[in-house]
C-alpha cells in the first residue's frame, strides 16, 4: 500500500503543483519558483525511495480501475528504464526551475510560465512510469498540449504562435497515429497491460497485426522524436523561452519518442522491418540534422538541429536490434541530458548578457564571460564526444556496433556514413565553442555589454557540465550499475556486464572516432568556404514544404465540402435520407433470409385497423396540404394521438401519459411559432423534385415496414424484462417498473438526456435571442405588418377560465410527481403537465402580463435540475454505493403513517426541473420574440 501512494504521489504531484501555481497566479516569483522547485525535489525524493526496487527487483507497481470495460486501468509501474527518465525529468526539471526564477525578465507572467512546466513535468512522468499503454496515451497527448502552452508562452511573438501550431499539428497527428497503433497492440496480445504486452513480443510479431502495429506507432514515436521527414518542427520550437527549450530538447518532449522505441523494444525490435524501418531513419535524421547544425547561425538553431541529429543516433542504435547497441543508446540518453540541457542553458545566458544569438556577432566572449566559456566549451566537447569526456565513451560504443549490421546487405555503408555524422557532429560543436568564445569578437556592441551572470543563471548549466564530465572520468562508478539495469529492462534480458571506459586499445571504433575528430577540425577550418558553398546551394525548405502542404490541403477540403455539402437543408436531408435508404437495402440483399419470420400472426382488431387507417390518412393530408401550416399541425396532432392510443391498447400507461403531454406541449409551442411566420410558405420544390422526394420517401417507408414486419414476426429471443419485473420492487423500491428503469436501473442514460434536453433548450434560447434583429427581425416585422389586433387582446372567458385551471393543473403535476414511482407518473410527466399550465396562461391572460408573475427563471431551472440529478448519484458515492445507486426506505410518521421514502425521489425532481426549465425557456423565447421586434422596428432595444 505504501509503494502504491508514493507512485500515486509521483505522479500526481507535478499537476498539484501546477494546479496551486495557477490558484495563485497573483503571488510572487518566489512564490512560484518554489511551488514549481518543491514539487520537483520531492519527486526527486520519492524517486530515491524507490531506487533500490526499481533497479534490483521487485519492480514497484500499482495499479487502480478506472474504465475496466475498455481495458483502461490506472496502472503505474517504475522499472530501470522508466527510473532513468524519471530521474531526467524531475533532475533537469528542477534545474531548469532554478535557471528560469534568474533568466525571465520582471514583467514575464510567472504564474502561467511555471503552471505550464509542472503541467508538461507531470505529463512526461505518466509517460514514463505508465504501465497501462492506454493511460500512456492519455499522458502522450498531454504532453503535445502542455508544450503548446509551453512553445507559445510568448504569445505576442509570431514566431512563437507559428511555431507551437506546428508543433501540435506534427505531434499531435502523430499521437492519432500512435492511439491506433497501441489499440492494435492491445487486441495482438490480447491485453493493454504493459506488463503483459512486453512478455508477449513473440505472439505480437507473429501477428497479421504486426506491420501495421509497427507502421503506426513508429509514426508516432517518428513525429514525436523530430526523426525525418518530421524534424522540422523542433527548429521552430526554439520560439519558446530558453528554459523550456532546455527542457523539452534534452529529456522530455524529444525523447518521448526515444523512450516509446525502448520501452516497446521486446515486443517490436528483431525483425528485419523494424531494423531497416528504424535504422535508415535514424541514420538519415542524424546526418540531416548535423549537416545543417554546421551551417546554422542562430544559436539555438545550432542546438536545435543537433538535437535532431543526436536523436537520430539513438533511433539508429534502437534500430540494430543488439544489446551491445541498447547499452550505448541508454549511456547517450543520459550523455545528451546533461550536456544539451548545459548547452542551452548557455545560449540563454549568451542571449540574457549580449542582446543576440547570432553567432556571426560574437565572438571572444571568453574574455569577458570566462566561467559561462568554460561552462559551454566543455559541454560543446562532450556533445563533439571529445576524451575525457562521457560523450566520446557513448559515440565511441556507437562506432564500435556500426560494423556489425549490413544495412542493405552492404557491410561498409552503416560504419561510413556513422563516421560522416560524427564528423558533422564534431564540427558543429567545435564552431560553436570556438566562433562564440574564442577569436576576436565580430561586433563591438555585443561584447561592450557580455559579462558572466550572477551564480543564479551558471548554477544548473555548471552542475550539468560536471556531470558530463564525471561521466567520462569515472562511468563505471556513475553510470554503469544504472545503464545496466535499463538495458536489461530494454531488453528483457538480465543486466549485462559493463566496461564502460575511455580506453579499450586501438579498434576500428577508435580509428573511426579519431578520424571523426580531425574531419570535424577540417570542417571548422574549411567553414567559411563550406557555407559560401552551403548558401549558392537550393536546398528545400521543410517549413515551405509545410505550410505548402498545408494549404494545398485546406484548399481541397474546402473544395470537396463545397462539392458535397450545400447550404440547401432539402438537398442534405434527401442526400441523408438517400445514403440511408441505400444502406438499407444493401443489408436486406446481402443478409439473406426471408421476410416473414416463424412467429404466429395475431388478427387485426377492428378499432386497429381504423387507427391504421386515419394515422394513413392523417400522414398523407400532412404531405398533400403541406402548404397550410396549420392544418398541416393539425394533421401532426392527429398522428401523435394515434400513437398515443396504440400505447393504450398495449397497456402502456406511462408511455401514453408521456405521448400525450409531449403532442400537448409541442402543438402549443408550435401556434406559438405559427404566428411569427406567414400564414402560407413559399413553393420550395418544383414538380420534378416533388416526385422524385415522394419516390425517395415511399421506398424508405416501405423498407422501415419491412424491418419492422420482419422483426415482429420473429422471436425476440432473451429479454431482460423478467429481470426488471423481478427486481424493481426490491431492488428499486418501486412497482412502477417503467420509472424505476428510468431513476435506478437506467439512470445514466436518464442523466444524459436530460442534459441533452437542457442543451436543447439553451440552444433554442441561443437561435431565436439574435430572430428580431437584422434581416430576420425585418422580416418578422413584415409577415406581423398586417394582423389587425394586438396579440395582448384575449377574450375575458378565456382568462376567467385560467385562473382556474392553473392551481387544478399544478395539483395534478404534483400528483403525478409524488405517485409515480409507483404508479403512472413521474418527474417527465409532471413536468410536461406544469408546463401545460403555464402555456395556458400565456396563451389566456398575455405573454407579458405572464411573464411579470413568472416564479422562477428558465436557466436557473435547467441548472438546478442537473445538479440536482448529479448531486443524487455523487450521493450516493459519499455513501460507498455506485454512481445513482438508489436508496429507499419505509418511515411511519404520526398521524401520516407508513410510507416508502427513496432517493430516487430527489433524482425525479432533476428531471421535472430540467423538462420544466427547458420547456418553459422555449416558451418565453417564442412568446416574446415579436414584442422585441416591434420595439426594435420603433427603435428600441430588443432585449
Known amino acids: ?275 531497416l524501418a528504424v535504422t535508415t531513419t535514424g541514420l538519415v535524421t542524424m546526418l540531416l540534422g548535423a549537416g545543417v547544425a554546421v551551417f546554422r547561425h542562430d544559436l539555438k538553431s545550432i542546438l536545435a538541429y543537433s538535437t535532431i541529429s543526436q536523436l537520430g543516433m539513438l533511433v539508429m542504435l534502437l534500430g540494430f536490434s543488439r544489446e551491445a547497441a541498447v547499452t550505448a543508446a541508454v549511456l547517450h540518453i543520459l550523455n545528451h541530458a546533461a550536456f544539451k540541457a548545459a548547452l542551452f542553458m548557455s545560449a540563454g545566458i549568451v542571449e540574457h548578457e549580449t542582446g543576440t544569438r547570432d553567432i556571426r556577432r560574437l565572438g571572444g566572449l571568453a574574455k569577458a564571460m570566462p566561467v559561462t566559456a568554460l561552462i559551454a566549451t566543455l559541454a560543446a566537447a562532450a556533445m563533439a564526444g571529445l576524451p575525457p569526456l562521457g560523450g566520446f565513451i557513448s559515440k565511441e560504443a556507437m562506432l564500435y556496433e556500426t560494423p556489425k549490421l549490413a544495412l542493405f546487405g552492404v557491410p561498409w555503408l552503416l560504419p561510413v556514413l556513422a563516421s560522416l555524422g560524427a564528423t558533422l557532429s564534431v564540427g558543429y560543436s567545435l564552431r560553436l565553442a570556438a566562433h562564440l568564445f574564442f577569436g576576436k569578437p565580430r561586433e563591438p556592441e555585443p561584447f561592450a555589454r557580455a559579462h558572466d551572470p550572477a551564480p543564479g543563471l551558471w548554477a544548473s548549466p555548471a552542475l550539468l557540465t560536471a556531470l558530463a564530465v564525471l561521466l567520462g572520468l569515472v562511468p563505471m562508478l556513475l553510470a554503469a550499475p544504472l545503464v545496466a539495469a535499463a538495458t536489461g529492462a530494454v531488453t528483457g534480458s538480465a543486466p549485462p556486464e559493463l566496461d564502460l571506459g575511455l580506453w579499450h586499445g586501438v579498434n576500428l571504433a577508435l580509428i573511426l572516432s579519431a578520424l571523426a575528430i580531425a574531419g570535424g577540425v577540417v570542417l571548422l577550418w574549411q567553414h567559411a568556404r563550406l557555407l559560401a558553398l552551403w548558401e549558392r546551394t537550393p536546398l528545400p525548405d521543410a517549413k515551405r514544404i509545410f505550410e505548402v502542404t498545408l494549404a494545398f490541403a485546406d484548399r481541397w477540403t474546402r473544395k470537396a465540402i463545397v462539392a458535397t455539402h450545400t447550404p440547401r437543408l432539402q438537398t442534405m436531408l434527401f442526400a441523408s435520407f438517400a445514403v440511408t435508404v441505400l444502406l438499407v437495402i444493401e443489408g436486406a440483399l446481402t443478409g439473406g433470409g426471408l421476410l416473414t419470420g416463424t412467429r404466429a400472426l395475431l388478427p387485426a382488431a377492428p378499432a386497429g385497423i381504423a387507427a391504421w387507417a386515419l394515422l394513413v390518412v392523417a400522414t398523407a393530408a400532412v404531405v398533400i396540404d403541406a402548404q397550410n401550416r396549420f392544418r398541416a399541425l393539425v394533421y401532426v396532432s392527429v398522428i401523435g394521438l394515434v400513437v398515443c392510443l396504440a400505447f393504450v391498447q398495449f397497456s402502456a400507461p406511462d408511455l401514453a401519459l408521456t405521448q400525450i403531454a409531449v403532442e400537448v406541449v409541442t402543438v402549443l409551442l408550435l401556434l406559438l411559432a405559427l404566428n411569427l411566420l406567414p400564414k402560407r410558405p413559399p413553393a420550395l420544390s418544383s414538380s420534378a423534385r416533388k416526385g422524385r422526394d415522394a419516390a425517395l420517401a415511399i421506398a424508405g417507408g416501405l423498407l422501415v415496414g419491412g424491418i419492422a414486419w420482419a422483426m415482429l414476426t420473429r422471436d425476440a429471443g432473451p429479454s431482460i424484462a423478467a429481470f426488471h419485473i423481478a427486481n424493481a420492487k426490491p431492488g428499486g423500491g418501486g412497482t412502477n417498473i417503467v420509472n424505476v428503469i428510468l431513476v435506478d436501473f437506467r439512470a445514466f442514460d436518464t442523466l444524459g438526456e436530460i442534459i441533452v434536453l437542457g442543451i436543447a433548450g439553451l440552444a433554442i434560447y441561443a437561435l431565436l435571442d439574435t430572430a428580431a434583429r437584422g434581416a430576420a427581425g425585418a422580416r418578422l416585422r413584415a409577415w406581423k405588418a398586417d394582423m389587425p389586433h394586438s396579440p395582448e387582446r384575449h377574450p375575458m372567458m378565456l382568462v376567467a377560465a385560467s385562473r382556474i385551471i392553473l392551481p387544478l393543473t399544478l395539483t395534478v403535476g404534483i400528483y403525478l410527481f409524488l405517485r409515480g414511482h409507483n404508479q403512472p407518473g413521474g418527474g417527465f410527466i409532471a413536468a410536461l403537465v406544469v408546463a401545460i399550465a403555464f402555456l395556458v396562461q400565456y396563451l389566456a391572460a398575455g405573454f407579458d402580463w405572464s411573464d411579470a408573475r413568472k416564479p422562477f427563471a428558465e436557466h436557473r431551472l435547467i441548472g438546478w435540475g442537473v445538479l440536482t440529478a448529479m448531486a443524487t448519484g455523487l450521493g450516493a458515492m459519499a455513501l460507498g454505493a455506485n454512481f445513482l445507486t438508489s436508496w429507499f426506505d419505509h418511515v411511519h410518521l404520526p398521524l401520516i403513517g407508513d410510507f416508502e421514502l427513496a432517493s430516487a425521489m430527489l433524482f425525479d425532481a432533476g428531471v421535472f426541473l430540467t423538462v420544466l426549465g427547458a420547456v418553459m425557456l422555449a416558451l418565453e423565447q417564442l412568446s416574446h420574440i415579436g414584442q422585441r421586434a416591434a420595439r426594435a422596428a420603433d427603435g428600441g432595444t430588443a432585449r
Open 1 to 275: 500500500m505504501a509503494t502504491a501512494m508514493t507512485l500515486l504521489t509521483l505522479v500526481t504531484l507535478p499537476f498539484a503543483a501546477a494546479l496551486a501555481i495557477a490558484l495563485l497566479r497573483g503571488a510572487g516569483r518566489a512564490v512560484h519558483t518554489g511551488i514549481a522547485a518543491g514539487a520537483s525535489a520531492g519527486g526527486l525524493a520519492l524517486l530515491a525511495s524507490l531506487a533500490a526496487p526499481a533497479l534490483q527487483g521487485p519492480v514497484p507497481t500499482a495499479a487502480w480501475q478506472w474504465v475496466p470495460a475498455l481495458g483502461l486501468d490506472l496502472a503505474l509501474m517504475v522499472d530501470p528504464l522508466g527510473w532513468l527518465f524519471a530521474l531526467l525529468i524531475l533532475g533537469i526539471g528542477l534545474l531548469v526551475v532554478i535557471f528560469a526564477h534568474s533568466y525571465l525578465a520582471r514583467e514575464e507572467d510567472t504564474g502561467r510560465f511555471f503552471a505550464s512546466l509542472m503541467l508538461f513535468q507531470g505529463a512526461m512522468l505518466g509517460i514514463v512510469i505508465a504501465g497501462n499503454v492506454l493511460l500512456l496515451l492519455v499522458f502522450w497527448e498531454l504532453t503535445s498540449l502542455a508544450s503548446f502552452l509551453l512553445i507559445d508562452f510568448w504569445q505576442h511573438k509570431p514566431e512563437a504562435r507559428q511555431g507551437a501550431r506546428m508543433a501540435l499539428a506534427v505531434t499531435g497527428g502523430g499521437g492519432l497515429a500512435l492511439i491506433a497503433g497501441m489499440v492494435l497492440l492491445g487486441l495482438a496480445a490480447g491485453s493493454f497491460d504493459l506488463a503483459t504486452i512486453l512478455a508477449r513480443g513473440d505472439a505480437v510479431r507473429a501477428s497479421p497485426l504486426y506491420p501495421a502495429i509497427l507502421g503506426l506507432v513508429l509514426i508516432g514515436a517518428f513525429t514525436k522524436s523530430a526523426q525525418f521527414p518530421f524534424h522540422f518542427w523542433l527548429p521552430h520550437a526554439m520560439a519558446a523561452p530558453t528554459p523550456v527549450s532546455a527542457y523539452l530538447h534534452s529529456a522530455t518532449m524529444v525523447k518521448a519518442g526515444v523512450f516509446l522505441l525502448a520501452r516497446l523494444w521486446p515486443v517490436l525490435a528483431g525483425t528485419e522491418a523494424w531494423t
